[in-house]
């Protein structure tokens, strides 16, 4: 038989986490502080930040070693395997390769265990005893109520309330690891209050839970904020994907001509491709490529500038490709893909020319998972579907290029909790959202007088 599992060892766990900003052609624009508009230091972080994860922010070392208490708690997933989608090969017809990473595998069914074990140590390790976040489909809320369990910490959960109400089941997972939480916007924050007062029937969305979450970490002394995605020290934890990937894809023996991720704040395509890119930067011809919602497409439709990470205007101003901090992304159920703007680790990399981008409509991003399912067993997870599409359009290009494509995709993490989404899609009641251009120029319009990223 040909083999579809590619496996590491325990001890093949990686020991350091990739620092890309090591590599970077061109150094990220500094972060500025909303009121002086001068760069922040890290004593402007520290009330919502431990140090350790403000000096990782700014680290350039290119490896960043992992504490051995990290690296035993990934033992419980840690690797993931590295399947060959053979049937799916032959279910498209193609010629092209196609591996995936599948991330399901971790307890929480997604990547984001990787930074939320990460995240929760550090703060726990500093004496913080309680975490305030965001979530919008729910992974990430269910990754940090673990890892909170284990750190011994509470967890406070925003959930955006779209989501909260598609994807009850989320609530309860949190909820079974002791976590507190809320659809956001909520009663429990002058940012949720405000909100419902000026839309009182408002879905909600990551900018506004970002808001709740900074304000009841800056207003209780015990607590700590803790992002999912966007922040460099996250994308710096999600690179044991990466690392570990390459090692499988030399037991396969042979190396991708492709890396594809879904894209939102972008976690899990940067912990996938950084690694690579890593290579790219260094003369190699792979193509990373990320993938978004049409309906929220920050690298393909909106504008690189300084912006606010969050609604309500409490986060420093970010160097970052946005829609506008004030975008209220359609309802669609890929919720972890809902943010208006994108890391400026990934938002740098793209205007240097190393990350495509792509963007997909709800449906036909569906029927793609409707086809991997029915040829490899697993329900993606909406967000890891929109990869999926890419993946599909890339092996049609290599049946007509005459030449095999070795493609390589991250399944960042299981659809076990959308069934509603799947039974929406096949019973012909999901519908594609395009996203108006006038709503993206007006919220962008609301910063036009914000600094100019390099002025």
């Not at 507190?180 to 029937?201: K, M, Y």
């Not at 396969?252 to 879904?262: K, L, N, Q, S, T």
Request: charged residues 20%; glycine residues 8%.
């Amino acid at each position: 038989m040909e083999p579809v599992k590619f496996l590491l060892s325990e001890d093949e766990i990686p020991t350091s986490y990739y620092n890309i900003q090591a590599d970077m052609p061109t150094p990220l624009a500094p972060v500025l502080h909303p009121g002086t508009r001068q760069p922040i230091g890290p004593q402007d972080l520290q009330p919502i930040f431990p140090m350790e994860l403000i000096l990782q922010e700014v680290n350039k070392d290119p490896f960043v070693p992992i504490p051995e208490e990290i690296r035993e708690v990934y033992q419980l997933f840690r690797p993931t395997p590295l399947f060959r989608a053979r049937r799916f090969e032959k279910r498209l017809g193609t010629s092209a390769h196609i591996y995936y990473k599948y991330e399901g595998a971790s307890p929480a069914g997604s990547h984001k265990l990787n930074t939320a074990l990460a995240q929760a140590y550090f703060n726990a390790k500093e004496g913080v005893k309680r975490l305030a976040t965001e979530t919008g489909a729910g992974q990430w809320g269910s990754a940090l109520s673990m890892a909170c369990s284990f750190f011994g910490l509470q967890c406070k959960v925003y959930m955006v309330k779209v989501s909260f109400l598609q994807k009850p089941y989320r609530k309860s997972l949190m909820q079974t690891f002791g976590a507190s939480v809320v659809p956001s916007p909520s009663v429990d924050t002058n940012a949720g209050r405000n909100i419902l007062q000026s839309d009182p029937n408002s879905p909600g969305s990551l900018g506004i839970a970002i808001s709740e979450a900074i304000e009841d970490a800056a207003t209780h002394d015990d607590t700590k904020y803790s992002l999912g995605s966007v922040l460099n020290h996250v994308l710096l934890h999600q690179t044991v994907i990466g690392q570990e990937a390459k090692k499988q894809m030399e037991m396969a023996g042979e190396y991708p001509d492709i890396v594809i991720g879904c894209c939102g704040g972008g976690s899990n395509f940067s912990g996938l491709a950084f690694p690579f890119i890593r290579d790219k930067i260094k003369g190699s011809s792979v193509r990373a490529v990320a993938v978004e919602p049409a309906s929220c497409p920050t690298l393909t439709k909106g504008k690189f500038m300084y912006d606010f990470g969050d609604t309500g205007q409490l986060t420093p101003l970010i160097p970052m490709h946005t829609l506008g901090h004030s975008f209220v992304p359609p309802s669609i159920h890929a919720g972890g893909l809902r943010y208006h703007g994108m890391a400026p680790l990934v938002s740098r990399l793209y205007l240097d020319g190393l990350v495509e981008a792509k963007a997909y409509r709800q449906l036909e991003v569906f029927d793609a998972a409707k086809e991997f399912a029915r040829a490899e067993g697993i329900v993606p997870a909406p967000e890891s579907a929109h990869a999926i599409r890419a993946v599909i359009d890339e092996a049609k290009r290599a049946n007509t290029n005459g030449k095999p494509s070795v493609i390589l995709f991250n399944l960042s993490g299981h659809g076990h909790f959308d069934m509603q989404a799947y039974d929406d899609f096949l019973s012909g009641k999901l519908q594609d959202y395009d996203m108006p251009a006038s709503d993206v120029e007006t919220a962008l319009g609301l910063i036009k007088g914000f600094p100019a990223v390099g002025a």
